[in-house]
């Protein structure tokens, strides 16, 4: 872990307005060379909380990515830089700060059972009345409407259930978009929305895309199509996800890797960010297997008199049990669309060979698709293919990851699946419990991976912290924790030991005279790990950075030992 790197990239990027010019190529001039450089690890802002990633920029021009040329290039290249390296824009406490692609909440601050129901949402959904259709979709495994407005003038996307799966696409995209906006992500207000086919009228200008995405003007003949194909509800109401249309100019998704080089606010790659690296993790809980880039959005905001770019995840209509227009099925998050190492074993083994999850079975409920957690793996999970992201994922991503999953309560996890307004209370209990489960799978893999000693404070002439591990039973309570206290060299990055090692720590651990009467700006540090185990093996330690800002002491970094 270069945690010089860390600190000094992200802070350097936060101050210089020059830095917020750079195209890519000088970021990563920049990255290398703080790599070699003398000099400060901590600066006397650090942590910074936010990236200041929002100034005003020139108006980028609107990206399209196609779906097939996606795939291909991932699942048969290596886009992006898959060196392994720390995440390029956390802070020096090794979070992610606030930003135009990320804003810390619920894994941070408890949000409450309200804030959760809520979500991104600021209204009620469309309102009562007609719905003037503007642009229809037809083509693709999901029809719709990609643009109506309600009596209000307010815009938004229409997505339906398929036949024999009412409540199930619907569903997911409504529970989807609350999990993923708690998590931290921005997401479009997804609602549950009922119409009758007679509230629905075309516009004069409607048009609607074919087979092959050319655009033509939509008439009644094409509106019957569409409604042929989804699902209705035993009233003769449709039942409909409706997407308000995000605001701002929309510039199409981001990718997974590099920078958008029109943005000079752009300047962290995207396979080396932490939010999107642990992404995975997150999808991974939720079974979001089409996290790729196609279902990504940047739009161009105005803001206080500024433009910049914000980045969104969209479309969770293929997340849990549902896979869009028909059940998820057993493949997804287990193998990606093109792997030819299982295809070809099974081909010479004449199929006596099989894949393991090919056994696995599903409780059926229609309106949930097929989703379980007996056979969840999250450090085996894959999407539908390659994410660069996700495959530069390192353990410290991940542990970052879990402890936001770590956060959803039981409760908190009842109240957002009931927002999907499943009808069927057993469908709705089963789902719960599969994604408690999962939640707890994730939590106990990843926590096992590093070290878990979290949640520093310092109380009085002490500092307190919590073995994650322990408090989530991942492993047993060690006999002593070892704890070794330094005075820590800014400048040289150099320590000096301050106090004997304590061998039986506990929390709070005592913090040494010199360190509580420090001069003013002076740095110290500690080293805490469990008590060596039976087998010899030297347990992950924790690093923990302290500056004295008046007459206290202040936590500026935290390190861990993978």
Request: aromatic share 10%; proline share 7%.
């Amino acid at each position: 872990m270069c945690f010089r790197t860390r600190g000094r990239f992200t802070a350097e990027a936060q101050r210089s307005p020059r830095e917020r010019r750079a195209n890519k190529w000088l970021a990563v001039l920049l990255l290398a060379f703080s790599v070699a450089a003398p000099g400060q690890r901590f600066l006397p802002d650090d942590p910074v909380e936010r990236d200041r990633d929002d100034r005003n920029i020139p108006a980028p021009r609107r990206h399209k990515l196609s779906d097939y040329y996606d795939f291909i290039q991932n699942s048969f290249g290596s886009p992006g830089d898959r060196k392994p390296r720390t995440a390029v824009n956390i802070n020096t406490l090794g979070e992610a700060p606030d930003s135009t692609w990320f804003t810390n909440r619920h894994g941070r601050r408890r949000m409450s059972i309200e804030e959760l129901v809520k979500g991104p949402d600021r209204g009620a959904g469309p309102a009562e009345g007609a719905l003037v259709i503007r642009r229809g979709k037809n083509e693709g495994i999901t029809p719709g409407f990609s643009l109506v407005e309600d009596s209000r003038g307010d815009r938004y996307a229409l997505k339906f259930d398929p036949t024999g799966n009412l409540e199930m696409t619907t569903s997911a995209d409504v529970i989807g978009a609350k999990f993923f906006h708690a998590m931290g992500f921005n997401v479009p207000e997804n609602y549950i929305f009922y119409f009758r086919p007679e509230e629905l009228e075309l516009a004069e200008d409607a048009t609607i895309s074919d087979d092959l995405g050319r655009r033509r003007k939509m008439d009644r003949v094409d509106l019957q199509q569409v409604l042929s194909r989804v699902a209705r509800v035993g009233d003769g109401r449709y039942r409909v996800v409706a997407s308000k249309i995000l605001p701002g100019e929309d510039l199409g998704p981001f990718r997974y890797y590099g920078t958008r080089p029109d943005d000079p606010n752009d300047i962290f790659p995207h396979e080396h960010r932490r939010e999107l690296r642990g992404l995975w993790v997150l999808s991974a809980w939720l079974n979001h297997d089409d996290s790729r880039a196609i279902n990504s959005l940047d739009m161009l905001v105005k803001e206080e008199g500024r433009q910049f770019v914000r980045h969104h995840l969209i479309d969770f209509g293929s997340i849990l049990g549902s896979g869009s227009d028909v059940e998820q099925k057993p493949r997804a998050g287990n193998e990606y669309l093109w792997e030819p190492g299982p295809a070809f074993t099974r081909m010479l083994t004449l199929g006596l060979w099989d894949r393991g999850w090919i056994a696995t079975r599903y409780r059926r409920y229609p309106s949930l698709g097929r989703i379980e957690a007996d056979h969840f793996a999250p450090e085996k999970w894959k999407p539908e293919y390659p994410n660069p992201a996700f495959v530069n994922c390192l353990p410290e991503d991940a542990y970052w990851g879990a402890k936001i999953v770590m956060a959803f309560t039981d409760e908190d996890i009842r109240a957002i699946v009931k927002t999907g307004r499943i009808t069927d209370p057993w469908a709705e209990e089963y789902l719960v419990q599969v994604i408690l489960k999962r939640r707890d799978r994730v939590v106990q893999h990843w926590l096992a991976q590093i070290s878990a000693l979290d949640r520093f404070e310092i109380q009085g002439d002490r500092l307190k912290f919590v073995d994650l591990a322990v408090e989530r039973g991942v492993l047993a309570r060690p006999a002593a924790y070892t704890a070794t206290w330094y005075r820590y060299d800014n400048e040289r990055d150099r320590k000096t030991v301050l106090d004997s090692p304590i061998l039986d720590a506990r929390s709070p651990l005592p913090i040494p005279a010199p360190a509580l009467g420090g001069s003013q700006g002076s740095y110290y540090s500690v080293q805490i790990r469990r008590a060596r185990e039976k087998d010899g093996k030297i347990p992950k330690a924790a690093h923990v950075y302290f500056r004295k800002a008046g007459a206290r002491l202040q936590i500026v970094g935290i390190e861990r030992e993978e």
